[in-house]
């Protein structure tokens, strides 16, 4: 037995039955898209067994991206759940054959209340088919299952269907990574699209004058342990100290001492605003020909706190 190859087998099988659902989509997803987005009410994907199963997860895959939605049992339809679905809702009815008998039975009731009715299935023929507002094609030709049996091409092309709905309606609503960010709060994401860089800024910082000597900058620098001291007059930074510029400065042994903090401060030097995502400062520190690991956070001109490399990747990770 050739493992590998079988694998190898099914993927084939699978891309090519995807191929043929490609080349089906039609006019009746723009109708389906316009429907979602001028609709007043939710959107409700229902379905059982394995189709069921992708139905929850293109659910979810919807209302994480700004459509309201959410998934019903179609066997718990027939049993009251039927109660969250009114009639500016659209109902999403997965069934590959179009004659799951869960699925059919709940066809009336879902008329009764006047919700408009989606169908996504590979039998347009079908009794789910001739109902439905809408179709959303489906249909495989072969499973990727050797005994053609078990759904395998077809649920995957129900869920590759889901994604291609989902892709649309996050397009025609410009949501963008920020609003993706307010429904993914916790864990790493969250943190990589929600966290800005004065929630991770430190703001007891170590100030020095352009007449400082190098003890004092050297003490600074010591003290506060962020590996930049920054120079100011009347609250603007006029320029700052990394352990860089100190380390190049130290090859002048004979006057190091006599140095001032305006000899040695780097003065075009590069800035974060408080506002911005520390996503995006931890892309300005890195995507340059010389990375660096320390920046000031301005506002107006005025120093109100130092992000370092190590603060960032903490938060967000890479």
Sequence with gaps: ????????????????????????????????????????GKVVITGIGKSGIIGKKIAATLASTGTLA????????????LGMINKNDIVIAISNSGNSDEVISIIPSIKKIGATLIAMTGNSNSRLGK???AILDIGVEKEGCPLNLAPMSSTTSTLVMGDALATVLITARNFKPENFA??????????????????????????????????????????????VVCIVENDELLGIITEGDIRRALKMKDKFFTLKAEDIMTRNY?????????????????????????????????????????????????
């Design 1 to 40: 037995m050739d493992i590998k190859k079988i694998a190898q087998d099914l993927f084939d099988k699978e891309i090519c039955e995807l191929e043929k659902v490609k080349d089906k989509i039609s006019d009746s997803l723009e109708i389906v898209v316009n429907l979602i987005l001028n609709s007043k």
């Design 70 to 81: 959410v998934f019903m049992n179609s066997a718990e339809g027939l049993h009251g759940d």
């Design 131 to 133: 109902e439905a507002d």
């Design 182 to 227: 307010v429904y993914h709060p916790g864990g790493s994401l969250g943190r990589r699209l929600l966290m800005k860089v004065r929630d991770v800024m430190h703001k007891d910082l170590p100030i020095a004058q352009l007449t400082s000597d190098m003890d004092t900058v050297i003490m600074t620098m010591t003290k506060k342990r962020l590996g």
């Design 270 to 318: 590069t800035y974060a605003t408080e506002n911005i995502m520390a996503l995006d400062a931890l892309d300005l520190m890195e995507n340059r020909e010389s990375q660096i690991s320390v920046l000031p956070v301005l506002s107006d001109k005025q120093i109100v706190g130092v992000v370092r490399i190590h603060d960032l990747l903490n938060v967000i990770g890479k």
